[in-house]
């Protein structure tokens, strides 16, 4: 079964650059056939997908952060990671990794999160 | 603002039968498959149905899906206590050139 778990190194003061690792086990950032993603929920607000990574080095990100995100893979560590640059309040949330089943557009289908990490709390203070 | 729309809430009885509508557009629904997540309070989301209406092994089959036009909706019958959480639909947006997700709706179990 896949696991994943998010980490990082706590609260974030603005202006900075906050970086969130996933860790996977049970499976392999290089499998070629998962997308590997960071999504992101506002506090009692709804989810906001952020961007994914693919085990080829192909990012995809949301065009409203694409300015201001890195998604990468470390495969000597089966984890993958989220760099965000220029941390506002509107940056705090619970931000999530997961696992996106194949996809394709030119097929119509959407990307599907079968597997998720519990979630990391980012809060931005100065 | 989610270009998807969702009821805020759904209520029911335990037993009966609830469907959960996400409307969207012919950039997004009305072009590609609609998934599905549960999520309880304090807990990640959790996938119930991808590709418009495949359910993940492990989903009962109290859980069912279907999507027509620029709309989906997601049916839970047999309702019970334990589904009480929140509801969200997603897909692909080719004008956003995103992954969305609808705003949510809380089913309650009367």
């Known amino acids: 079964q896949t696991q994943l778990h998010e980490s990082g190194p706590g609260p974030v003061k603005p202006s900075q650059t906050l970086a969130l690792t996933c860790r996977v086990s049970g499976d392999f950032v290089t499998n070629g056939i998962y997308y590997w993603s960071w999504i992101r929920q506002h506090p009692a607000k709804g989810l906001e997908w952020i961007g994914y990574v693919f085990f080829s080095g192909i990012t995809v990100y949301n065009p409203s952060l694409q300015s201001r995100v890195t998604i990468s893979t470390d495969t000597s560590k089966n984890q993958f990671s989220l760099r965000m640059t220029s941390v506002t309040a509107a940056d705090m949330g619970i931000y999530y990794c997961a696992r996106s089943l194949p996809y394709g557009a030119r097929v119509g289908r959407a990307p599907a999160y079968d597997s998720w990490g519990p979630g990391t709390l980012v809060t931005v203070s100065s | 603002q989610s270009v998807l729309t969702q009821p805020p809430s759904v209520s029911a009885a335990p037993g009966q039968k609830i469907s959960i509508s996400c409307s969207g557009g012919?950039?997004?629904?009305?072009?590609?498959?609609v998934s599905w997540y549960r999520q309880f309070p304090e807990t990640a989301p959790k996938l119930l149905i991808h590709?418009?209406?495949q359910r993940p092994s492990g989903i009962p089959d109290r859980f069912s899906a279907s999507q027509s036009g620029s709309s989906a909706s997601l049916d839970i019958s047999g309702l019970q206590s334990g589904d009480e959480a929140d509801y969200y639909c997603a897909t692909w947006d080719s004008s956003l050139s995103a992954s969305v997700f609808g705003p949510g709706t809380k089913v309650t179990v009367l």
């Open positions: 012919t950039s997004n629904i009305g072009t590609y498959s």
């Open positions: 590709d418009n209406d």
